[in-house]
């Protein structure tokens, strides 16, 4: 079961959708009466390999993933036009995979 529907402090309200097989699509935010969409993000999902977020703004970012041996999902890259890249490094240890090192570049 996932969660649908937040109502925070503010009374404005989260309204989250799904894609049929459960993962995320759309995470939405409203006024108290649901009439006025504040903002919203959208999440495009290749499972195993990248996910896009694009926010209300236009803004988007991505992330790349690897497969690992038991087909975890480990985050590789993280990239957008507005934030320099970021790489992630792992040491191998038994089955898993641990964070050895961040790498941030400037475009």
Excluded: C
Aim: hydrophobic fraction near 25%; aromatic fraction near 14%; charged fraction near 30%.
């Amino acid at each position: 079961m996932h969660i649908k529907y937040e109502q925070k402090p503010n009374k404005n309200i989260h309204l989250f959708d799904y894609h049929h097989g459960g993962h995320l699509k759309t995470i939405s935010l409203k006024d108290r009466k649901e009439h006025h969409s504040l903002g919203w993000l959208e999440f495009d999902e290749h499972p195993g390999k990248k996910l896009l977020v694009t926010s209300s703004n236009g803004k988007t970012v991505e992330y790349h993933f690897f497969q690992g041996k038991n087909d975890e999902a480990y985050l590789e890259t993280v990239s957008s036009p507005d934030i320099p890249e970021t790489k992630y490094d792992y040491d191998k240890k038994g089955v898993r995979y641990y964070v050895s090192r961040v790498n941030r570049r400037a475009f």
